[in-house]
C-alpha cells in the first residue's frame, strides 16, 4: 500500500494529512495568518506531519512524498512558486524542495490549491466519473482549476486554468488584488464581503454593522434570521458567482462543475439557483453541464497527495 504526505495551505489554517492509496488516515489543522508568511510556520508543520506519522505508526521513509498545495500561481515541473498575491508572501523566496529533503528525506510536489482539490475530487469525491471538468472554490477568494480529458490543465504560462476567480463580470466593478477590475474575485469573495456590505447607504440599518467581522457565516446567519441586507448581499453573491460560472462553462466547455470552498456548505441555498442560470443562459450543445458540492470538504487537496507525486515522477 502507498502512502503520502498532503498539505494544504490556506488563507486561515494549514491542513496536513497521511493518506492511504484513496482514503485519508488522520488530519490536523494549524491555524495560520498566511499574511505572516511561510517562513515561520515551517517549523510547525514539520512537527505536526512527524505527529501525524507517528500517530498512524509510519515514518517519513514509508511515504512516496510530500505534496503541498498554496493560493498560489505554480510552475509544477520546476516544483516553484511563480507568483503569490497576498497569501504567503515569501514563499517565493523559500527552497521547499531543500527543506523538505532536510526535514523529512522526501521528494516534494508544489501545486496550487484549486488544482490539487479538484485532483482530490476526481480522485476519492464527487468528480470520479467525469473527465471535462471546472472547479470553483468559493471563500475567502475565489479559486478555480480545470480538468480537460481526465488531466489537470497546465500552460506554459502558470495561470492556465487557475484563474476562473478573475474573469471580470463587471466593467465598472471594484478593484482586485490581482489587478483588474470588477474580478468574480472581488464582487463576491469572503475579502470583499465586508467592503460590499460597507457601500450600501442601508447599511447602519442591518444587524451585519454591529459585528466585528463580516464573512460568509456571519452573512448566512443573518440571511437566516430574516435581514434584509444579508439576503440581498447573498443574491449579489449567487449572482456573479452564475455570470462566472457561464463564462467559464463557454471557456472550458465541462460537463461537471464542482464548487468547494467554505460557501459549499451551504450549497443547498447557492447551487440550485446558479445551476438555473446556467441552464439559462449557457450556450451548451452538448447538454446540461451538472453542477454539485465538492464531497471532500477542505480535505480534497490532502486526497490528491498520491496522483500528483506520481504524476511529478513521470515528468512532463
Known sequence: MRHAIGIDLGGSHVSIGIVREHSLLTSRDIPVKATRGLAPLLPDIRNTVLSLLQEVALL???CMGIALSLPSLVDFYARKIASVNDKYPDAQTINLEAWCNEAFGLPIAVENDARMA?????????AQQSKDVVM??????VGCAVMLNGKLMRT???QGGNLGGHIPVRLDGRPCTCGAIGCMESEASGWALPLIARERADFHLSALSRETTIDFETVFRH???GDELAQQLLQHCIHVWSVGAVGLVHAYGPELMVFG?????RAGDVLPAIH????????APAGDVKIVQAQLGNRSPLYAAIPLLEELSRGR
Open 223 to 225: 440571511s437566516d434570521a
Open 156 to 158: 506554459a504560462a502558470p
Open 261 to 265: 470552498g467554505g460557501v459549499s456548505t
Open 136 to 141: 470553483l472554490t468559493l471563500g475567502t477568494g
Open 118 to 126: 479538484l485532483l482530490g475530487e476526481a480522485v476519492a469525491g464527487s
Open 276 to 283: 438555473a442560470y446556467v441552464q439559462r443562459h449557457a450556450w
Open 60 to 62: 517519513p521513509s514509508d
